[in-house]
């Protein structure tokens, strides 16, 4: 039965595993595929795989960097970002594109990308991604812990002002979350997964229910 034959760590001592297994359970993440602009405008072009939305009105999404990065530099600088769906399709060059690279050097021309201009914000777009978010920030956070000591991780929370989406995805004005085969870090050195159509099952909240 489940708990009963458990293994049991102190998150201080280790983990007593080949690999600690913290990103492989919280998972999989959604990838934060995050790009920026330098007060210069020089571009900039990095997935985070701690990713998530928090709030929907207004929307509010953040990625986590570990470590004073580039991304979290150019935030702080400008004060926006764009998110840019990773799909299975831009899975390679997604992964080219979190090459530590020095510092100038295009990650948009690593990747083989294209950057377009936003509505709303400085950041580049990806063209290729079938979504974008353009976000301003709201909120930069170092993290702490429970003694209060900083942790040398940023959290970035930027507020939605404006999406792109490729039309195909909206079917009778639905967005079919499926349909561009997104992908989503599951933890491990190299494991990913992506979301297809076989994956999906619908269940209706009790609050919802007639």
């Not at 207004?58 to 990773?86: Q, Y």
Request: aromatic share 10%; net charge negative; glycine share 8%.
């Amino acid at each position: 039965m489940a708990g009963e034959d458990a293994h049991f760590y102190r998150t201080a001592d280790g983990t007593g595993l080949p690999h600690d297994p913290f990103n492989a359970i919280v998972g999989p993440r959604p990838i934060g595929w995050i790009s920026t602009v330098n007060a210069e405008g020089a571009p900039n072009l990095a997935p985070y795989s701690f990713f998530n939305g928090f709030n929907y009105r207004p929307p509010v999404v953040g990625f986590a960097s570990i470590g004073w990065k580039d991304s979290v530099a150019n935030v702080e600088a400008t004060r926006n970002f764009v998110w840019n769906l990773a799909t299975r399709d831009l899975a390679t060059a997604m992964n080219e594109t979190s090459a530590s690279i020095p510092s100038g050097e295009n990650e948009f021309e690593r990747g083989g990308l294209t950057a377009v201009p936003a509505s709303m914000v400085d950041a580049p777009r990806v063209l290729e991604s079938p979504v974008n978010f353009e976000c301003v920030l709201t909120q930069l956070i170092q993290l702490t812990d429970v003694d209060g000591n900083d942790v040398p991780t940023w959290l970035v929370l930027g507020q939605v002002v404006a999406v792109h989406i490729d039309k195909h995805l909206l079917v009778d004005g639905i967005y079919d979350t499926a349909a561009p085969t997104p992908i989503l870090r599951a933890g491990g050195p190299a494991e990913y997964v992506a979301v297809a159509r076989e994956a999906m099952f619908e269940m209706v909240r009790p609050d919802d229910r007639p």
